[in-house]
C-alpha cells in the first residue's frame, strides 16, 4: 500500500526537476506543504499564495486541483459542498455509483464523509512564481499520482 505523503514528497522533490528542465529556478524550500490526515478541516489560502489541494480516501488518490491566490470559496468550501461548483470532489462521488456501498457515505452531505475519511494535502506557493508553474505542478501530479477523479 502507498503512503500519502510519500507520495507527495517524493512527486515534488521530482517536479524541482521538471521546473529545472522548464527554466524555472525552484528552490524546495518555496514550496510549504501542509498534510492535513483524516479527520481534517480545511484551512484558509494564505495571503499571497496560490496552491494545489488533493485529497487521498479509499487507499487512493481522489481529486487534485489548484487555485491561484483569489480563490478562497474554492479552496476552503466548494470540495465539500456538491453542487457548490463544477468539478468538485463531492459532485464526484455524489455520481460514482460505488459510493453507495461505502460505509458512512451520504449522498446529501458528501462533504462530511471527505472530513471525516479522507487525507488532504495542500502544496502553498508564492503566487509571484505564476499560474503557469502552478499548472505545471498540477498536471505532473495528476499524471504521476492518477487520481481517480481527474480521468
Not at 505542478?137 to 487520481?147: D, G, I, Q, S, T
Given at each position: 500500500?502507498?503512503?500519502?505523503?510519500?507520495?507527495?514528497t517524493?512527486?515534488?522533490?521530482?517536479?524541482?526537476?521538471?521546473a529545472?528542465?522548464?527554466?524555472?529556478?525552484?528552490d524546495?524550500?518555496?514550496?510549504?506543504?501542509?498534510?492535513?490526515p483524516?479527520?481534517?478541516?480545511?484551512?484558509?489560502l494564505?495571503?499571497?499564495?496560490?496552491?494545489?489541494?488533493?485529497?487521498w480516501?479509499?487507499?487512493?488518490?481522489?481529486?487534485?486541483?489548484m487555485v491561484?491566490?483569489?480563490?478562497?470559496a474554492?479552496?476552503?468550501s466548494?470540495?465539500y459542498?456538491?453542487?457548490?461548483?463544477g468539478?468538485?470532489?463531492?459532485?464526484?462521488?455524489?455520481?460514482d455509483?460505488?459510493?453507495?456501498?461505502i460505509?458512512?457515505?451520504?449522498?446529501?452531505v458528501?462533504?462530511t464523509?471527505?472530513k471525516?475519511?479522507?487525507?488532504?494535502?495542500?502544496?502553498l506557493?508564492?503566487?509571484?512564481?505564476?499560474?503557469?508553474?502552478?499548472?505545471l505542478?498540477?498536471?505532473?501530479?495528476?499524471?504521476?499520482?492518477?487520481?481517480c477523479?481527474?480521468?
Open positions: 500500500m502507498t503512503d500519502w505523503r510519500t507520495d507527495i517524493d512527486a515534488l522533490s521530482d517536479f524541482c526537476k521538471v529545472e528542465l522548464a527554466g524555472v529556478q525552484l524546495a524550500a518555496q514550496l510549504k506543504v501542509e498534510f492535513l483524516a479527520p481534517h478541516k480545511p484551512t484558509k494564505p495571503t499571497g499564495k496560490m496552491a494545489i489541494y488533493g485529497y480516501g479509499l487507499n487512493q488518490w481522489l481529486k487534485i486541483g491561484g491566490p483569489n480563490s478562497q474554492r479552496y476552503v466548494q470540495h459542498n456538491a453542487g457548490s461548483a468539478s468538485t470532489l463531492p459532485g464526484s462521488l455524489v455520481h455509483q460505488r459510493m453507495a456501498e460505509p458512512g457515505f451520504d449522498a446529501a458528501p462533504g464523509w471527505i471525516s475519511s479522507c487525507n488532504r494535502v495542500n502544496i506557493l508564492p503566487a509571484t512564481l505564476g499560474r503557469e508553474l502552478l499548472a505542478l498540477e498536471a505532473f501530479l495528476h499524471v504521476r499520482l492518477n487520481p477523479y481527474e480521468r
